[in-house]
């Protein structure tokens, strides 16, 4: 381990310990931090929740929740093996404190643990407070912290700097209400509104990308680019989270922050110096540039049962904590128009959901084609366009497809690929995303991060949709689990000069024969589920390395199952036919599907235990 800090002393205070976010991301990115060096000696974690339990068991939870991560194919923490003198250095700095975020007195209790906790690890007063909560905790609590004086920063006494996660503000009057309350409390550089798509190796590597080489920017504009598509798709559902999700819904939880960044990423003009006031401003100038939407270029769905990686699962109506009635969208497409010189007429395509046929963050940039091609006639094959792609998730690089000739006395053209990836030049560089804003957190700098205005900008584009999507939709659910979405998101971009979505992957394949953009018009209809049977039924086991089964594994790196190179596509439900039925002799209900399911479980994991890397489950 490298022993050169690269972070200064500080106590980090994570207002929601037990919740997903800190489980999933916050401690793996941590762990990752020390393990790579840059967290020094003189640092602690103080996790705050309502939850009444011990500080050795919140130890012990976290500890299970990292070796569950690594026995997952689509968690964000991976590593060629656990490192346990990390995580027990991590785990002895773990400390918590049950509070009330809405009371202020638990704020007064955390101001004194704080005191003592600074003189034992030598952390020079430095605190940065993690609101990983819902997001109706976002005002107590930065109000209490201000009442209690834990953010005010007094000369020679350390820093206070508070992160914010998203969503911020559920529209924009909430919004704008809640940069209020942060400029109550708080200056603004010492708030961090926090979107971690912009901790993705892949989108920070943009810049470098488009402005350390010259090979790209010349190209980078309306005269050189069709149209741009960024995606942002899901396997899961609502995982329990429907209280949640619910009342936030996809267009809230995904659009002004996850894929409105990567757009102002993607469409900034070069900043005059990597400063946070330049970053800042050239980003936020994109968001201003949005022409407003029009309704009928957004699409909404919501799933209905189906199947994904050939696991029966439920509709999100059918969800535990879902509402039988949800007029929730659980999906979303949409056309932006960026009116700047260098954008003027190229479409953005957007799209998000849950519940789609695989896994993948990623931004593909469709180039024109050649202003004259000889290569267009009849007698050749296989012309298409060219396409550059940045994998953002959930394998990082970037890849550009061309035509070549193939080999023969015929002139006949195919598609080929050039690809990065991340892990075969830099292979020990595991990441959630997370690791690097913390460190830009502790260290001040806030260049990858969103101020007020840029927040409010986002939302001032989402607000006439949500006004217009008041009107509850007619065709809910729309579009089947393990489909690509609704078939109305396939219809917005044929009307928008015959574009098509690119087909759904995970990672890089090898690319199709065919052009580009052709989809396949073979459907596999899944039976819809029937009845709330569903919640209990389908709910597969968590799958958990226990330390038996680690010490069993071997060490060789990680490898991903592949899924098969082409799938049928579904872009909505239908009526099920034949193919409907052998299906759904798949699947079943009540006790059936339970046994069913662990059976299947263990048979899977099996499989997995030869391939996957050596873990060693970390001390509890």
């Not at 000739?405 to 050039?418: F, I, T, Y």
């Amino acid at each position: 381990m490298n022993e050169q800090a690269t972070t200064p002393p500080c106590i980090i205070v994570v207002f929601g310990a037990r919740g997903d976010l800190t489980k999933r991301l916050v401690m793996p990115a941590l762990y990752n931090l020390r393990r790579s060096g840059a967290l020094g000696e003189q640092f602690a974690i103080v996790g705050m929740d309502h939850g009444d339990i011990s500080e050795r068991s919140w130890r012990t939870t976290m500890g299970q929740s990292m070796t569950e991560l690594l026995s997952s194919r689509d968690a964000e923490f991976q590593t060629d093996e656990f490192d346990t003198d990390t995580w027990e250095w991590l785990r002895e700095r773990m400390h918590y404190l049950r509070g009330d975020f809405t009371d202020l007195g638990a704020y007064q209790t955390l101001g004194g643990a704080l005191e003592k906790l600074h003189k034992r690890y030598g952390t020079q007063g430095n605190v940065l407070f993690y609101l990983a909560t819902a997001a109706r905790f976002f005002e107590p609590v930065l109000l209490n912290l201000g009442e209690a004086g834990l953010v005010k920063q007094r000369e020679g006494e350390g820093w206070r700097r508070v992160i914010v996660e998203k969503p911020f503000g559920h529209d924009l009057p909430s919004a704008v209400a809640l940069n209020a309350t942060v400029a109550k409390v708080l200056h603004e550089d010492q708030v961090f509104r926090i979107d971690h798509f912009l901790g993705k190796e892949t989108v920070q590597n943009i810049l470098a990308f488009r402005f350390a080489n010259g090979l790209f920017e010349p190209v980078w504009n309306r005269d050189r680019i069709d149209h741009v598509q960024i995606t942002a798709a899901e396997t899961i559902g609502v995982e329990g989270r429907g209280r949640f999700y619910d009342p936030t819904g996809c267009l809230r939880d995904m659009v002004p922050n996850h894929l409105f960044q990567l757009l102002a990423m993607i469409a900034m003009e070069p900043p005059a110096a990597f400063t946070t006031e330049a970053m800042h401003r050239r980003r936020a100038e994109v968001i201003e540039a949005v022409r407003p939407i029009k309704p009928e270029d957004v699409v909404r769905g919501q799933y209905a049962s189906g199947a994904v990686n050939r696991s029966a699962v439920p509709g999100y109506r059918e969800e535990d904590t879902v509402p039988d009635d949800s007029e929730t969208e659980t999906y979303v497409a949409m056309k932006l128009q960026v009116d700047t010189w260098r954008w003027a007429g190229v479409p953005f395509y957007l799209r998000t959901g849950k519940r789609l046929r695989e896994r993948t963050t990623e931004i593909a940039i469709r180039f024109k084609p050649a202003p004259l091609a000889p290569f267009r006639s009849t007698e050749v094959g296989g012309y298409g366009p060219d396409w550059l792609v940045l994998h953002i998730q959930p394998d990082e690089g970037i890849s550009l497809q061309f035509d070549v000739k193939r080999p023969g006395a015929q002139v006949s053209l195919a598609p080929v690929r050039m690809d990065f990836r991340y892990r075969d030049w830099f292979p020990k560089e595991y990441t959630v995303g997370y690791e690097r804003l913390l460190q830009d957190c502790m260290n001040g700098e806030a260049g990858l991060f969103q101020d007020a205005a840029m927040v409010e900008g986002a939302w001032r584009i989402v607000q006439p949709i949500l006004d217009a999507w008041k009107q509850p939709p007619s065709d809910f659910p729309n579009y089947a689990a393990g489909s690509a979405g609704p078939s109305a998101a396939d219809a917005l971009l044929a009307m928008n000069g015959g574009h098509a979505w690119r087909a759904l992957t995970p990672g890089r394949k090898p690319p199709p024969r065919r052009a580009p953009e052709a989809r396949s018009s073979a459907a596999t209809p899944i039976k819809k589920a029937t009845g709330k049977t569903v919640k209990k039924a389908t709910k597969a086991p968590a799958r958990k390395i226990t330390k038996a089964a680690a010490e069993k594994v071997t060490k060789a790196p990680a490898k991903r199952a592949s899924a098969a190179a082409t799938r049928p596509s579904q872009d909505a439900a239908t009526s099920p036919g034949s193919a409907a039925k052998k299906a759904a002799g798949k699947r079943a209900t009540g006790k059936g599907a339970k046994t069913a399911g662990k059976t299947a479980a263990g048979k899977s994991a099996a499989k997995k235990s030869a391939s996957k890397p050596a873990v060693r489950t970390p001390r509890r």
